[in-house]
């Protein structure tokens, strides 16, 4: 998508200094989003000409075109290097701030805008978001230290420990102090980028071993859920979607786009959905179940016209925002009476469990899941060899208990 950029001069007549001057401002949008700066320059609010932003001035209106040419010309060499700039972001280059960072808060700030400036592109709103609570522990460490900011070039690995053990303290999980401690690493990753500092100290840190553990269904679970009859229509789609995800392994992103058109027959007549990924730009190709192919149809023929009107030809058409189908899935599973929390993901979870556990070639499944790397599809061969130990320790137990 193109990138929209403008720029505007204006004043405020009703603020006005002693000689009856008033500042001339920036106003700087791009994508929509704006953001002021001040151009140094005044002028008398009578002089000021708003349609062509220009002074009565000839001096004033050649440093106004100066000072245009700089700020188009600062924003495509971010864009040719960047790929993406936000106007707080340029406003930031032009200014100074944030353009060489030299202390860790002023660099997390920067970091965090340039991932800001990605959502909705090549970054995720909840990237995003995760991104700006590891700053926001970042600085609560800080200032827990007794410190306003760290200087860069100061940092040591010893540093790297400090921020661990507070973390720790917090009883995060192993995740999520990792998760925390990848931005802090990162930071100093992008210093060396910036030529701040010639080798990141923490680049053979030890992280927290993490005991990956995945939820999933079981089948009688998702014979519940296919059992269920819901009247609450967003409700009923949650159900559907979870069902769907289930039995295709799509994840929630991919369903929210998910079009008619993805799905498609083969020479020998079989269906299957070909689509990219949202979150990994991978293909995914996933022989549409019968039971993804029954809630398809059911689809076609309970919503064709609202499908044609709203959303073109969207599979799942809704209304409504995805923290509220959050919500209406867990309404859904206390219904079935499953007692772990449920999330849209689970139900991809539950996909690769069980397509492993019936024979299916991890390359297979890694490819269907649209997986970068296979080492991503491997948890789930884990799950399937924890299970078949755990079920024949109860079949010896069993075996025991009745020789006794």
Known sequence: MRSTFKILFYINRQKTKTDGKTAIFCRVTIDGKSTVMTTGEECLPDAWNSRQGITGEKRINQRLAAFRELVEKTYAEMLARDGVVSAELLKNRLQGVAATPTTLLAMS??????????????????????????????????ENKGQKDILIDAVTGDLFEEFRFYLKKKRFTAKTVNRHLCWL???????????????????????EKEER???FLQKSDIAKFMALKVNDREAELARRMFLFSCFTGLAIADMECLKFSHIQTSADGRRYIRKERQKTKVESVVPLHPIAETILNRL????????????????????????????????????????????????????????LSAGIPIESIAKMMGHTSITSTQIYAQ??????????????????????
Request: aromatic fraction near 8%; include cysteine.
């Open 109 to 142: 700030e920067a970091e965090l805008q340039s991932v800001k400036a990605c959502v909705g592109r090549s970054r995720s709103e909840g990237t995003y978001r995760n991104h700006t609570y590891s700053d926001k522990m970042l600085r609560d460490w800080i």
């Open 300 to 355: 076609r023929e309970e919503e064709e016209q609202a499908v044609k009107e709203k959303d073109g030809d969207l599979v799942f058409p809704r209304g409504c925002s995805r923290s509220v189908m959050n919500n209406k899935l867990s309404t859904v599973g206390l219904a079935c009476g499953v007692r772990q929390r449920l999330s849209f993901h689970m139900a991809r979870h539950t996909f690769g469990t069980l397509s």
């Open 185 to 207: 690493c990162r930071l100093m990753y992008r210093a060396v980028s910036k030529r701040i500092i010639r080798y990141n100290p923490f680049e053979d840190a030890t992280y």
């Open 383 to 404: 799950v399937t060899d924890k299970k078949i130990s755990e079920d024949m320790d109860r079949l010896i137990q069993k075996q025991q208990a009745a020789s006794e």
């Open 213 to 215: 553990k995945i939820r």
